[in-house]
């Protein structure tokens, strides 16, 4: 009887923390959610993908932060808390998404924001400060992507090097076996049935690209894994490809005319390639660029350490220099 009142007692706490850092807004019509955490100037948190889960490792992050800023996680659309929207090409845009964050911006009164994008979420970092520089005293880019079209099929190359020959066969008899739903389709059903044939086979498909953005492959977590893939919603992911090479979406230019301070943070072995973080330090005239040796894409996974001393290095500096 204990146990089950400590196990109420603990979910009663863990609810109630929930409800105080879990917040809403609107935006286009529909309700989105942020976590805040500490207090100080506004640090937005970007997750990747789009479609992943802000899950620990970004509250990790705010945590490690909320010292010196309020530390914001956007729960961006079509993931996380935000997720249960329609997922389509009048939804999911470049553009809409950044539209969120402004209008995020405005419901908390920041005049100025700080952004920390990681992957995917440092490109959308990167087009908030192109579209509302006015706004932004400062941008961290952790492993982004590029601001341009030219070395978006980069990443894909990259991850095809680094495959084996038995890894490519494995990549085409697992989508035959699932290739006939859509991303909609296979993400109802991995929550809906998680031991369909389709829904393992498309696991273990993701698998086998989750691993090209290791420098070591024996850093991927089964258990890790496992949560990676119910709670990430693949859908987004295929539309921003389109939106990008179709429309040769490339912001080069405008982020050459600001003087944004801007850290970039990338691993050594990053699949996205080291001409997309020299594309990023081209393009900021005020950066501060750091690399971590063998480490891949998933850097406070396989580098935690190194990656929080550069981090909190910077963010000390910057402070010591506003006082």
């Known amino acids: 009887m204990r146990y089950i009142v400590q196990v109420i007692v603990l979910f009663v706490t863990i609810s109630f923390c929930l409800g105080q850092t879990l917040h809403s807004y609107t935006s286009d019509g529909y309700t989105l959610y942020y976590e805040q955490y500490g207090s100080g100037p506004a ?5 990747g993908g789009p479609g992943e889960y802000p899950d620990q490792s970004y509250r990790q992050l705010a945590d490690s932060l909320k010292n010196w800023y309020t530390c914001i996680i956007v729960h961006q659309r079509g993931s996380g808390k935000s997720r249960n929207i329609p997922i389509n ?3 999911i845009s470049i553009a809409r998404y950044t539209d969120d964050l402004e209008r995020l911006r405005q419901h908390r009164g920041d005049k100025q924001i700080t ?6 979420g440092g490109l959308l970092a990167m087009n908030y400060t192109a579209t509302y520089s006015k706004f932004v005293s400062q941008i961290i880019l952790v492993c982004s992507a590029p601001p341009s079209y030219k070395l978006w099929n980069f990443l894909y190359d990259n991850q095809f090097a680094r495959r084996s020959l038995a890894e490519v066969d494995s990549l085409n008899r697992l989508q035959q076996i699932f290739s006939a739903k859509t991303e909609g389709e296979l993400d109802s059903l991995k929550r809906a049935d998680p031991l369909n044939k389709e829904v393992v086979a498309y696991k273990e498909f993701i698998l086998i690209h989750v691993r090209a953005m290791y420098y070591d492959r024996r850093k991927v977590s089964r258990a890790m894994y496992e949560q990676l893939f119910y709670e ?5 992911i295929p539309i921003i490809d389109k939106e990008v090479l179709e429309t040769k979406f490339d912001i080069t230019d405008k982020l050459k005319k600001l003087k944004t301070p801007a850290l970039i943070i990338y691993g050594r072995q990053d699949d996205q390639g080291e001409s997309t973080f020299y594309m990023q ?11 971590v040796e063998q480490c891949g894409h998933e850097i406070m996974e396989e580098q935690p350490g190194e990656f929080y001393r550069i981090l909190l290095g910077y963010v000390r500096r910057m402070k010591s220099n506003r006082n």
Request: hydrophobic share 40%; aromatic share 16%; charged share 15%.
């Open 43 to 47: 640090l937005y948190i970007l997750s």
């Open 89 to 91: 090409e009048n939804t």
């Open 115 to 120: 952004l920390l994008g990681v992957s995917w």
């Open 232 to 236: 990430f919603n693949f859908q987004p």
């Open 281 to 291: 330090k081209e393009c900021f005239r005020n950066h501060e660029m750091h690399v």
